[in-house]
């Protein structure tokens, strides 16, 4: 007796959630993602169609294989995987299941995608991601690419948000995460933000001097002005 799983047949597209790597054709004028399992090797655009990672020549997702693209149910859940370190530098994506799909507790493997919406995690210092320049590593004919601030580019190859989002095409929507807030519950602090702390700290400090001094009597020009 042959098992059928059961059909479903929603109104609208399902709605998941996964990570990737963001990446760039060797020559610029392509961009893309890669997984950060099974499919890494297989780069792949904002609308693609999943093939057998394994190189059979059955549609994808097959049941009795593990192959298509993979994603969660919940932005939360997808969200947690970025904290390990191996997906550090991971972007989170938002994707419109389409084609044939298996559904399971906490996610679906499926046959077709559609990347609607690029959220980039902060840059390594803490501040917001302006730029995606080269991570030092990738796939062939492709670049992985991280998210950066204009700081902590250096002199890699980069590309700005709005230009990887033009490249990447199909009306997809790349934004930076917000900086991650400190213990005492304010947003990190870049090197420009912490130098205009110290200025405004020792501006204070100069009035609180002169304030002193004028109390004090040791104000300049307040000495006996005697003939």
Do not use: N
């Amino acid at each position: 007796m042959r098992l059928r799983l059961p059909e479903e047949h929603p109104t609208e597209p399902p709605t998941g959630y996964k990570i990737a790597r963001p990446v760039l054709s060797h020559d610029g004028t392509r961009a893309g993602f890669t997984g950060v399992s099974l499919g890494a090797a297989l780069p792949y655009g904002v609308l693609a169609e999943a093939a057998c990672v394994y190189g059979r020549r059955h549609r994808a997702p097959h049941r009795r294989c593990d192959c298509g693209f993979h994603c969660v149910h919940d932005r939360t859940t997808a969200e947690a995987l970025l904290c390990t370190a191996g997906h550090r530098g991971a972007v989170l994506l938002e994707v419109t299941v389409l084609g044939a799909y298996i559904r399971f507790e906490r996610g679906f493997r499926y046959a077709r995608q559609r990347v609607r919406h690029v959220t980039l995690p902060p840059c390594g210092c803490g501040a917001a991601a302006t730029l995606l320049a080269d991570a030092g590593w990738g796939r062939p004919g492709w670049r992985v690419v991280e998210g950066v601030c204009g700081r902590c580019r250096g002199g890699r190859q980069a590309r700005s948000v709005a230009g990887f989002a033009r490249l990447a095409g199909e009306g997809v929507t790349v934004v930076a995460a917000d900086p991650p807030a400190t213990g005492d519950g304010l947003p990190g602090l870049g090197m420009p933000e912490l130098m205009a702390e110290a200025a405004l700290l020792q501006a204070r400090l100069d009035h609180f001097q002169a304030e002193l001094a004028r109390f004090s009597g040791d104000e300049p020009g307040s000495g006996d002005q005697r003939g």
